[in-house]
């Protein structure tokens, strides 16, 4: 039996191919993720959800004529960067309710991501951003906001499988700095900061696979692929410039691996403790993923190839790093 990768940390900038590779790897058999890919049956884990509903928050704030608390406008980044944070905050609750098969039920939808945003906020270091709204406020955003916040719920209680035993958990995320910065970048920026806000029980079972292309292509892919119409779609929605320059224009992978001491590795240093990730790059700066948005069958046999043998390699490169670690 194939060893079988664990969590894994799907990490990129902004349309890399992260969602491409997810949805290409749901296409195989049980038995090509497992003897070809190392995965077993995959549990999905994504802050994008989160940053979308930021995002609809400050939009419906804004139209009440309320300051938008996350994002002052729809074309420019956070206004509080301690809100990466309070993302990796978010998926490690969703670890955790996977772990114990935890499916919340409550009354409201928008109240209970409300009270979640604060409470990661909170343990991210930035303050409760909307615990303090009048109460006529809140009750009109929770109204406002209740559809989308039941529709999230609903999918995350629904990729609660009954066992994580066999399976592999794939956490999403992207993660930069601005444009032209020099490295290390400061705390909340990049991967250093997220890496060490993920919780124990994440990193001490977790490998990356970085989906490696430049900030150039990043950008231009994320053009490519942008559906105004769709701005909730993993596949299709787009980040706005300003974020792309000032918050992915470049990215720490490589930094950190060259630091960390070991080939194929990334040192995280947190709350006392020193962990060793295995890393695996899937070169994607000639693009091999792209075709996976299409319908599977005008995907080309010689398109296929490309990404199944790119992604195999990489995968199987993390499985031999992990063993050597020991």
């Known amino acids: 039996m194939p060893e ?32 070809e890919m190392h995965l077993g049956p995959t ?6 959800p989160y940053v979308h509903l930021m995002r609809r928050v400050s939009q419906e704030l804004r139209k009440r004529g ?8 729809d074309e420019l980044p956070m206004k509080d960067g301690r ?37 990661a906020r909170g343990r991210a270091g930035a303050p409760r951003a909307l615990a303090g709204l009048p109460a006529a406020l809140r009750r009109a955003l929770a109204q406002a906001l209740e559809p989308e916040c039941a529709d999230l719920l609903r999918d995350k209680n629904a990729g609660i499988p009954g066992s994580l035993e066999g399976k592999t958990v794939v956490i999403e995320a992207a993660r930069g700095g601005p444009d032209g910065a020099t490295f290390p970048l400061p705390d909340p920026l990049g991967y250093q900061y997220s890496l060490r806000t993920f919780s124990d029980a994440i990193l001490s079972r977790a490998s990356i696979l970085y989906v490696w292309v430049t900030p150039e292509e990043s950008r231009r892919k994320n053009h490519e692929r942008t559906d105004p ?19 992915y224009g470049c990215d720490d992978m490589e930094w950190l691996i060259q630091r960390s001491g070991r080939p194929d590795m990334v040192k995280v240093e947190t709350r ?6 295995p890393v695996a790059r899937f070169d994607n700066r000639v693009d091999k993923t792209t075709f996976v ?25 993390l499985v031999r790093v992990a063993a050597a670690r020991g």
């Open 4 to 35: 079988l990768i664990d969590v894994l940390l799907l990490l990129a900038l902004p349309a890399s191919g992260k969602s491409e590779v997810r949805r290409y790897l749901a296409h195989l058999t049980p038995g090509q993720c497992r003897d």
């Open 43 to 48: 549990v999905q884990l994504d802050d994008y």
């Open 66 to 73: 309320h300051d938008g608390v996350f994002f002052d406008s």
């Open 83 to 119: 809100d990466w944070g309070m993302l990796v905050e978010l998926l490690n609750e969703d670890f955790d309710d996977l772990v114990q098969r935890r499916r919340p039920a409550p009354s409201s939808a928008a109240g209970w991501l409300f009270d979640r945003m604060d409470a």
């Open 229 to 247: 119409d769709d701005p909730g779609s993993i596949l299709h929605h787009g980040v706005p410039i300003a974020v792309m320059l000032g918050d």
């Open 272 to 277: 006392g403790r020193t962990f060793l990730l």
């Open 293 to 317: 948005r299409g319908e599977r069958a005008q995907w080309k046999p010689e398109e296929v190839r490309a990404l199944h043998g790119g992604l195999s390699e990489a995968l199987r490169r």
